[in-house]
């Protein structure tokens, strides 16, 4: 059974930083791509940041270039964000996914954690 579990949930700041992990079981963690959405209240899943099984080629949102920052550990099976300069508007549930092809779709996603909520204040 294939498990992702996001862990680094918390409240920060406008300006600070947080690093947020994904721990993958069940799977070839080294053979999928990863990925990471969020979802504010009220809208619609979006995606964030990711990163091709070898960590060799990384993607972002606009939104986040610059300030967020994806990696990926094939031994520990963990994938991570670490998000700098946070902004009221990145408050969300943030996912991590997986995907055996490269997408950034919602739907071409295999495998979702239940996410994990960052709250940034002003």
């Known amino acids: 059974q294939v498990q992702l579990v996001e862990s680094g949930r918390g409240l920060v700041q406008a300006g600070g930083s947080l690093n947020l992990s994904c721990a993958a079981s069940?799977?070839?963690?080294?053979?999928?791509?990863m990925a990471w959405f969020r979802q504010a209240p009220g809208k619609e899943r979006e995606f964030v940041a990711a990163?091709?099984?070898?960590?060799?080629?990384?993607y972002y949102a606009d939104s986040v270039k610059g300030r967020f920052t994806i990696s990926r550990d094939n031994a520990e099976n963990t994938v991570y964000l670490q998000m700098n300069s946070l902004k009221p508007e990145d408050t969300a549930v943030y996912y991590c996914?997986?995907?055996?092809?490269?997408?950034?779709?919602?739907?071409?996603?295999?495998?979702w954690g239940k996410g994990t909520l960052v709250t940034v204040s002003s």
């Open positions: 996914a997986a995907t055996g092809r490269w997408s950034v779709a919602v739907q071409g996603m295999d495998y």
């Open positions: 069940g799977l070839t963690f080294s053979a999928y791509n």
């Open positions: 990163i091709r099984w070898s960590g060799g080629y990384l």
